[in-house]
Structure formats: structure tokens, C-alpha cells
């Protein structure tokens, strides 16, 4: 494992609060990446990072936003959380080919 | 964009038998293509991945197939066990980005 922690790793919130996910890696892996889970869709890529300060956005990106000051941290930010972001969130890190998950944030938003 | 799709979404064997599930990919700049193990509550695991310059890898009782000309790639699973149950994924990296497919739920009844 790439020495991947999420945090918090279960969250419950309210709809229109905000809320920040944070992964932390201890691999210095230059590329992280921040992924949702539901049933019968697989796992679609919200944004990723190639860099300190180098983001992109994946298939999801709607209503969220990252960050990454450091290497090792990589942020995902609900500005106003929603019912339809209640979701599993899992972080990667990728070496040259390899891609390696952390152990997953439980969001619910009522 | 790139495309996969994933069959059988569910599998059931018994212990002892093989499984195998398949997927398709549709851009052929696609050149890595790993698999990855869900356990319940917990973050996908590689178990096994596979280049576009080879056309099959094993390890112990799992093997991935890629045929490129057809754009499919398939993973073995020999002799099942009971621990073998678990959600398997699939991917394609066209570039910096996987995309997986929707997943299988294999059960293994002993």
C-alpha cells in the first residue's frame, strides 16, 4: 500500500454546510487523485492533481473543489453540500503505472 | 472519451471452480489495464495489471488476457475460494486518468 490515509473517515452534515475531505500520502506520489463511489455507477474521477498547485477536473467535477499546497496532502471541498453528493470518497496515488486507493471517507448529507 | 464496460455485473461459483470476467475498452491509446479487489468497507486493492506490449500475465490462481486488436481484456480466477468474494473492477488508462468499469460482485460459496 502507498501509505494512503483519508480523514474524517465518516462524516454526517447538512445540506448547504460545507466540507473538506483531506487525504494524506506518505509516498511523495506526484499524482493524487479524488474518486466517488455509488452503486451501479463504479468509480468516476471528481478531480485530480499532477503537482503542487496542479489540478484538473475529472467526469464529476460539479460542486467540488481541490487543493494541494503540498505533496502529501490533496483536499477535496464541498462549498454547499447536497443530498446527491452522499457518496463514498476514496483518494489515490499513482506511481509511474500503479494507482493506489486509501481506505475511503462515508459522507452523508441529509 | 475512453469507454469501459464490464461483464457480469454479479457472478456466483462454487468453490474450487474458475472465474472469469471480461471487459471492453474503446480507445485504443489505452496502454495499462489493472484490476483491482473491493472488500466490504474497504478501498479498491490491485491484485493484478497488465501493459499493452504483453498479451497475458499470471500470478498464483489470477491471470489477466488482453487482446488489443479486439479491445477486451479479461481476468482468471483458478481454483475459488470462500475469501475470493469481494467486488472486482476493471480499468483502462488512455492517459494520465483511469477509467473503470461498473464492477463485478463475485461470491464463491463453499
Known amino acids: 500500500d502507498a501509505g494512503i490515509t483519508q480523514s474524517p473517515r465518516h462524516k454526517v452534515t447538512e445540506t448547504g454546510t460545507p466540507v473538506t475531505l483531506r487525504c494524506h500520502q506518505t509516498?511523495?506520489?506526484?499524482?493524487m487523485y479524488w474518486y466517488r463511489q455509488d452503486p451501479g455507477h463504479g468509480l468516476r474521477l471528481i478531480h485530480y492533481?499532477?503537482?503542487?498547485?496542479?489540478?484538473d477536473k475529472g467526469e464529476v467535477s460539479d460542486g467540488y473543489s481541490v487543493s494541494r499546497s503540498k505533496t502529501e496532502d490533496f483536499l477535496l471541498t464541498l462549498e454547499s453540500a447536497t443530498s446527491s453528493q452522499t457518496s463514498v470518497y476514496f483518494c489515490?496515488?499513482?506511481?509511474?503505472?500503479?494507482?493506489?486507493f486509501g481506505p475511503g471517507t462515508r459522507l452523508t448529507v441529509l | 472519451g475512453e469507454n469501459v464496460e464490464q461483464h457480469p455485473s454479479t457472478l456466483s461459483v462454487q468453490e474450487g471452480d474458475s472465474a472469469v470476467i471480461k471487459c471492453t475498452y474503446s480507445?485504443?491509446?489505452?496502454?495499462?489495464f489493472p484490476w483491482y479487489k473491493q472488500e466490504l468497507g474497504k478501498g479498491p486493492q490491485l491484485i493484478i495489471d497488465?501493459?499493452?506490449?504483453?498479451g497475458e500475465k499470471k500470478d498464483q490462481r489470477i491471470a489477466v488476457t488482453l487482446n488489443k486488436t479486439a479491445k477486451h481484456f479479461s481476468l482468471h480466477i483458478t481454483e475459488t475460494q470462500p475469501e475470493d468474494s469481494a467486488v472486482y473492477f476493471c480499468?483502462?488508462?488512455?492517459?494520465?486518468?483511469?477509467?473503470f468499469g461498473t464492477g463485478t460482485r463475485l461470491q464463491v460459496f463453499p
Open positions: 509516498e511523495n506520489h506526484r499524482y
Open positions: 489515490a496515488t499513482q506511481t509511474a503505472w500503479e494507482q493506489f
Open positions: 480507445d485504443s491509446a489505452s496502454n495499462y
Open positions: 497488465i501493459r499493452s506490449n504483453v
Open positions: 492533481s499532477y503537482g503542487v498547485k496542479d489540478t
Open positions: 480499468a483502462a488508462r488512455p492517459t494520465d486518468k483511469l477509467i
